[in-house]
C-alpha cells in the first residue's frame, strides 16, 4: 500500500544540520542490546552516530527527506577519513577554513547523489554542515536577538550556576525579564516558525493548540531550572548558537568514543523513504528498537495507525520503541494498546530528564506481540 501524498508531509530542504532531541532519551527507552537491529530517524544524523555506541548489529537510518539522507552520508565520510580535531573543525564546531579541501577528501565515500547534492551547497560545507539545516539558522537568529536582550554577562551567569537551586535562583531572579517573555511571542510562534525555521508544510497535521509561546515558555524554564545546565549542550545551542565545551557535546563527538563510533560505521543503512512504507517492506519479527522522533505529528491519525501496526508486525516480541511530542500529541492509537504497552513511569521520568527543551511528550513503549490486523506475509519491493 502506497501512502498518499495528503497523509504525511514532504520534506526537501536540509532542515537538521544536526539533532535536537535528547539521545540520552533513546538510550535508556530502548535499552539496545549488543547485535540488535535498530531503526532510527536520520534527522540531523547525530543520534543516529550516537546509538552506535549502544553496539546494534544493525542501524537502519530513515528518513522521508533526502537531504537528511545526504548529510548522513557526509557525516560518516567525516567521522571515517578525519581525526578528531579535523572532525570538529569540518563539521563546524570548530574554527577552519580548509573545510572545501577536507570535502575533496570525502566525496568518494558519497553516493552520486548526495555528492551532487553537497557539490550544489559548497556554502553549506564551508560554514560547516552541522550550521546549514533551516532550523539551525532560525536558532542562530534567536540566540542573537537573545544576546541583544539579555546581554552576555547573564547569558554567561547562567552557565555558571553549579547547582539545581542557584539555577532556579538564577532564572528567577536574573534571566526572566520581560525581554525574556517577549522573545518567545516573537519566535515560538508558528507563522514565523513555519517561514524561517522549518517549513509551512511542517504544520499541515498540527492540531491548532493557541497556547504556542507560552507552553515552550515553560518548557525553557523547566530545562533552565530543573535540568543542569553545565552539560545541557541543547541550551547552549539555543542560547549561545554554539557548544561551550568539547565535553557538552552529543556523544559521538566526544573524543573517546570517535574510534568506537568509526568501527561500526558499516551497520548503518541509509533509507530515504517516508517511515510507514519502508517498514512495510520489513521481515515480519525483523526490529528489536525503534527510535521514532516526532514523526507522528507530520502525518495524519489514519497514517499514524498505520505506522504503529507496521511497527508491530515488524517488531520482534519485547522490542522497544521511544517517540516524541512537540505540538501535537499523537501516538499509539487505543486499538493498540493491547500489543503495545507505555512504560508511563519511565515516560515520566524521560520527559523530566530530557534536555532538549521543547518536547512535551517522550514516550517510551514496550511491544508485546503482533498486531493482530497485521499478520500477514511480508510485502515484496
Ligand atoms: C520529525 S523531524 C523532528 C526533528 C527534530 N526536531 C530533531 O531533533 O531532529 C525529524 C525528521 O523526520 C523526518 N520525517 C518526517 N516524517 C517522516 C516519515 N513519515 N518517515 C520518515 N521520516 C520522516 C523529517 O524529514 C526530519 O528529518
Not at 553496539?55 to 548522513?72: C, F, H, M, R, T
Not at 570517535?258 to 561500526?264: C, F, S
Not at 521481515?283 to 489514519?302: G, K, Q, V, W, Y
Amino acid at each position: 500500500m502506497s501512502v498518499k501524498p495528503q497523509d504525511r508531509v514532504e520534506l526537501f530542504d536540509l532542515l537538521f544540520g544536526m539533532s535536537w532531541e535528547d539521545p540520552a532519551s533513546d538510550r535508556r527507552a530502548l535499552a539496545i542490546q549488543p547485535g540488535e537491529t535498530l531503526l532510527t530517524v536520520t534527522s540531523g544524523a547525530c543520534n543516529t552516530l550516537t546509538l552506535l555506541l549502544e553496539d546494534p548489529g544493525k542501524v537502519y537510518a530513515v528518513d522521508i527527506n533526502p537531504s537528511q539522507s545526504y548529510l548522513l552520508e557526509l557525516k560518516c565520510a567525516a567521522v571515517r577519513h578525519l581525526d578528531y580535531c579535523e572532525l570538529r573543525a569540518f563539521l563546524g564546531l570548530s574554527p577552519s577554513d580548509q573545510r572545501l579541501q577536507v570535502f575533496e577528501r570525502l566525496r568518494g565515500d558519497l553516493t552520486a547523489a548526495a555528492l551532487r547534492y553537497w557539490t550544489g551547497k559548497a556554502e553549506a560545507v564551508r560554514k560547516g554542515v552541522v550550521h546549514a539545516g533551516k532550523y539551525e539558522s532560525f536558532i542562530r537568529l534567536f540566540s542573537r536577538v537573545l544576546g541583544v536582550l539579555q546581554g552576555k554577562k547573564r547569558i554567561d551567569g547562567l552557565f555558571r550556576c553549579e547547582t539545581l537551586e542557584q539555577q532556579q535562583d538564577y532564572f528567577d531572579r536574573r534571566w526572566n525579564t520581560l525581554q525574556w517573555r517577549l522573545l518567545f511571542k516573537l519566535f515560538a510562534n508558528k507563522r514565523v516558525l513555519a517561514r524561517r525555521g522549518l517549513t509551512a508544510d511542517y504544520f499541515k497535521f498540527d492540531d491548532g493548540s493557541s497556547s504556542f509561546s507560552e507552553s515552550f515558555l515553560r518548557r525553557a524554564r523547566r530545562a533552565m531550572c530543573e535540568i543542569p545546565v553545565e552539560s545541557n549542550y541543547f541550551l547552549a545551542q539555543y542560547l549561545l548558537a554554539h557548544y561551550r565545551s568539547e565535553e557538552a557535546v552529543p556523544a559521538y563527538l566526544l573524543r573517546e568514543n570517535l574510534p568506537i563510533v568509526r568501527a561500526r560505521l558499516d551497520r548503518i543503512k541509509i533509507v530515504t523513504s517516508d517511515a510507514q512504507s519502508w517498514l512495510g517492506r520489513q521481515p515480519t519479527s525483523s526490529i528489536d528498537a525503534f527510535s521514532l522522533s516526532n514523526i507522528c505529528e507530520l502525518m495524519s491519525r489514519e497514517e499514524t495507525g498505520r505506522l504503529f501496526a507496521e511497527v508491530t508486525r515488524a517488531a520482534r516480541v519485547g522490542a522497544r520503541v521511544c517517540f516524541r511530542n512537540l505540538m501535537v500529541p499523537r501516538g499509539v492509537p487505543e486499538t493498540l494498546a493491547s500489543e503495545i504497552e507505555l512504560k508511563e513511569e519511565l515516560s515520566r521520568e524521560l520527559i523530566a530528564e530530557d534536555r532538549s527543551l521543547v518536547y512535551s511528550r517522550v514516550q517510551a513503549l514496550v511491544v508485546h506481540s503482533r498486531s493482530r490486523s497485521e499478520r500477514r506475509p511480508v510485502m515484496t519491493r
